[in-house]
T-cell receptor, first 115, second 117 residues
């Protein structure tokens, strides 16, 4: 049972345009969401996160939007750069307190930004 | 940022043998470490959570006697795949979090590719 779904396995975008990566979840107990970026042969690196009390969080070229009623979040990258080409994982967590942060990941979306 | 290393990065073993994978936090102390497994084109699946000095907590469906986890110090956790079989071939990734860190302070290692012949 996939609780975090990234339905697009891949996305190709032209340099300078906007990249939109989507993520849906089914567990209504999730209250903290994260996006990770992963290059081949490397572990995921944290990109941006959002708490369920917010609907938008922005950090430079990266913005995450959360629609709780639709159980949907999206990551916007603008402008997209070739160095953004990587696999992007959406992850979710129940309860943001304590030190045992159990993450549930989606399958990832491979983003390719073409020069 | 904080660095987590894994060793080895790649291992091939014969069926029936045991393999140990190390996960180290290089510049911080990690009270909690997580072990994930990722099959091709699948998501990272949490296998277990280990806290320094105590027994690991395994996720449902993960055999604790097959995947032995030891978190003996604040900078080292090991995962031993015992009596490995071809179906155990996967990409194993660890992560570490700092004490009382925010949810996004979970740092991932580069992963270990295990191939069981």
């Amino acid at each position: 049972d996939q609780q975090v779904k990234q339905n697009s396995p891949s996305l190709s975008v032209q340099e300078g345009r906007i990249s939109i990566l989507n993520c849906d979840y089914t567990n209504s107990m999730f209250d903290y969401f994260l996006w990770y970026k992963k290059y081949p042969a490397e572990g995921p690196t944290f990109l941006i996160s959002i708490s369920s009390i917010k609907d938008k969080n922005e950090d430079g070229r990266f913005t995450v939007f959360l629609n709780k009623s639709a159980k949907h979040l999206s990551l916007h990258i603008v402008p997209s750069q070739p160095g953004d080409s990587a696999v992007y994982f959406c992850a979710a967590m129940e309860g943001s307190g304590g030190s045992n942060y159990k993450l549930t990941f989606g399958k990832g979306t491979l983003l390719t930004v073409n020069p | 940022g904080a660095v987590v290393s894994q060793h080895p990065s790649w291992v091939i073993c014969k069926s029936g043998t045991s393999v140990k994978i190390e996960c180290r936090s290089l510049d911080f102390q990690a009270t909690t470490m997580f072990w994930y497994r990722q099959f091709p084109k699948q998501s990272l699946m949490l296998m277990a959570t280990s806290n320094e000095g105590s027994k690991a907590t395994y996720e449902q469906g993960v055999e604790k006697d097959k995947f032995l986890i030891n978190h003996a110090s604040l900078t080292l956790s090991t995962l031993t795949v015992t009596s490995a079989h071809p179906e155990d071939s996967s990409f194993y990734i660890c992560s570490a979090s700092e004490p009382a860190g925010a949810p996004d302070t979970q740092y991932f290692g580069p992963g270990t590719r295990l191939t069981v012949l």
